[in-house]
């Protein structure tokens, strides 16, 4: 097992032992599989994810998406991803219009419109203090 899977493992998230184990996920991609494996790229996302980088767990599912279409556990990951990274750029306290666009737009275009208006709709009662 490569050092970085064991780092992905552990329950502590350290941001020096994600970028590591980040470094580890995509040197390893690049020399033994091409960028081509699916589940590499998929452990790669989960150390983005973890590390609460959304937008490049974002791009390295839809990579792995695009090389396996038909599994549907990258897109849920996907589709989770982009929620987090809606939710947040929601939550922030100083945001621009620009951002908050482009994260609904990423999250209708992947997602579908539903879930955009309930965590939309979540967003502003928890604004608003609306249980």
Not at 61 to 78: K, M, Q, W
Request: aromatic share 10%; hydrophobic share 40%.
């Amino acid at each position: 097992m490569s050092k970085g899977c064991i780092l992905c493992r552990q329950e502590n998230f350290d941001p020096l032992h994600t970028l590591n184990s980040s470094m580890q996920y995509q040197n390893c991609l690049r020399r033994f599989y091409y960028n081509t494996d699916p589940q590499i790229l998929l452990y790669l996302a989960r150390t983005h994810y973890e590390a609460e980088q959304w937008q490049e767990c974002k791009q390295v599912l839809l990579h792995a998406i695009h090389l396996a279409p038909s599994n549907y556990t990258l897109r849920f990951d996907a589709a989770i991803a982009m929620q987090k990274f809606s939710t947040a750029t929601l939550k922030k306290t100083k945001r621009s219009a620009e951002e908050v666009s482009s994260a609904l737009v990423s999250c209708i275009s992947h997602v579908g419109w539903l879930p955009v208006v309930y965590m939309v709709v979540c967003c502003l009662c928890q604004l608003f203090g609306i249980e």
